[in-house]
């Protein structure tokens, strides 16, 4: 953390890593016990973070902003432990929000009570009945606790019925395979002791429901940027704008914090390397560069900052672009250049590019011999497509088959009129009035026009079905010719009916 906060200060933010009240116990002897006290150390955290918004605040207001705030931009940032507090933070919007079951002790009692915890906001005294101790106590209530954006490296959200469709964007780092906090819902589990706690929802879901409420809207334009990290976040994060699964390989499942690491003589080293084998500060920092680099444009949009993506007119900012956008105040890394891959939407062109002028061309492909048929002469590439007197042809009329070129290159067929070939059966042909008609193709019969042998038309049929039982019955005694379309195929064939 003392790395991604010297990050951050470089770029510019003010940057204060905060304290927080403690008091889980993750090894008591009951699961309801380890339930209750991690739910008030996380509501105590969350009334402390809210604390911290209105310190800040209140020191610009009053103490000439000795640190330099805009207290109108703040994000509130947590990692492991303080991934919950952050996600409780910009979810957890009223005391009755934890009233839930999971959070009902088996006496009946919630395991929060606000004139005990003080509330959420940590703006009111909270007292315990039993010995006066001052378990919240408040400071700076003239001021308010709301932020703007929401950063997590891992933890959970206590409970998906928190999020609501007002709250804040989220921007969530997670290991889909962490074994502690889940990606998805799942129950929290103690590290080292393997001991369940409560089920929780880790930023894979939240940021799904993120994306249902719209909250992360802000980032589309951040997500349409193009760049490498976009890309690779969201080829894992189910198109959910905000979310950066950082997926672990095979063997280093348990690893749910890769970001981190620690020197040899410090006393987390040993359970570090117990889930996190390969931890080393250069891992670490290849991790931070990563978060470091899709947080960035994101926050500068959650927090409306001058020059973000998500503001102003977005695209290709340089001049020696094909196109370049004079107008565009944002690269959103769209530009191409002379030489680079193209489409002309032509689909007799190969190897298109772009041009010295910028225009988009390709290599014109096609018949080069002169004898030819269909012989093209700006053709620069021959496609084997040459065609000649005699040999088959598509003269573009689904009514006609068996199509040749002509001694004059004209590509002609017959119309066909048939009773039964490998395209089609008809039967029984004559009828006394139902008429099996069948599709030997694989491919759906589509319509069949039923026209007299003068030409009048009768009516057309919609089938969608490769087989159809054609009612005659209503019809006079007769000849009559029916059209039997597919979407690649038609055939005439004759019927009559007795």
Request: with cysteine.
């Amino acid at each position: 953390m003392v790395e991604m906060c010297s990050r951050l200060a470089r770029m510019g933010y003010v940057v204060a890593s905060c304290d927080y009240r403690l008091g889980w116990n993750p090894v008591a002897s009951t699961q309801e016990e380890r339930v209750n006290t991690l739910i008030n150390a996380a509501y105590r955290g969350v009334q402390d973070s809210r604390t911290a918004i209105r310190y800040f605040r209140m020191t610009e207001a009053t103490q000439n902003d000795p640190f330099g705030i805009d207290p109108t931009r703040i994000c509130v940032w947590g990692q492991g432990t303080g991934g919950y507090i952050a996600f409780a933070s910009a979810t957890l919007d009223q005391y009755t929000d934890i009233l839930i079951p999971k959070f009902i002790g088996s006496s009946g009692q919630p395991m929060v009570i606000e004139f005990v915890n003080g509330n959420a906001d940590g703006t009111s005294v909270g007292v315990n009945p039993t010995n006066n101790d001052t378990l919240c106590y408040p400071n700076h209530v003239d001021y308010s606790s709301e932020f703007n954006v929401m950063v997590n490296m891992g933890g959970a959200l206590g409970d998906s019925s928190w999020l609501d469709a007002g709250d804040l964007p989220m921007i969530s780092f997670h290991s889909p395979t962490d074994p502690f906090a889940p990606y998805q819902v799942g129950t929290v589990i103690v590290p080292g002791f393997n001991l369940p706690v409560v089920e929780v929802s880790g930023s894979g879901h939240v940021q799904q429901l993120a994306h249902n409420f719209n909250l992360n809207s802000s980032f589309q334009a951040a997500d349409n940027a193009g760049d490498n990290y976009t890309l690779q976040a969201n080829t894992y994060n189910n198109g959910n704008y905000g979310l950066y699964p950082l997926n672990r390989p095979v063997g280093s499942a348990a690893d749910s914090a890769p970001w981190e690491w620690w020197n040899a003589d410090n006393p987390n080293n040993a359970n570090g390397l117990a889930t996190n084998p390969d931890m080393s500060m250069a891992k670490g920092m290849t991790y931070l560069d990563t978060i470091q680099a899709y947080v960035a444009p994101r926050l500068m949009c959650a927090l409306n900052l001058p020059g973000n993506i998500c503001s102003g007119v977005a695209g290709c900012t340089a001049m020696e672009a094909c196109n370049y956008n004079p107008d565009a105040t944002i690269e959103d890394f769209s530009c191409v250049f002379p030489g680079e891959p193209c489409d002309d939407l032509s689909a007799s062109t190969i190897n298109d590019v772009y041009g010295a002028d910028c225009v988009c061309a390709g290599m014109l492909i096609g018949c080069m011999e002169p004898t030819a048929c269909n012989y093209n002469p700006a053709a620069l590439m021959d496609d084997g497509s040459c065609g000649f007197p005699g040999d088959a042809c598509e003269d573009g009329d689904p009514n006609t088959m068996g199509e040749v070129y002509g001694n004059d290159c004209t590509c002609g067929g017959t119309v066909g009129v048939v009773e039964l070939d490998q395209l089609f059966a008809v039967y029984p042909n004559p009828t006394e009035g139902m008429v099996v008609i069948s599709s030997n193709l694989g491919d759906a019969i589509q319509t069949i026009t039923l026209f007299e042998t003068s030409g009048r038309l009768i009516g057309t049929y919609s089938v969608n079905a490769s087989q159809f039982i054609f009612d005659m019955t209503s019809l006079n005694d007769g000849i009559y010719l029916a059209t039997i379309q597919t979407k690649t195929h038609a055939r005439m064939v004759r019927l009559e009916k007795r």
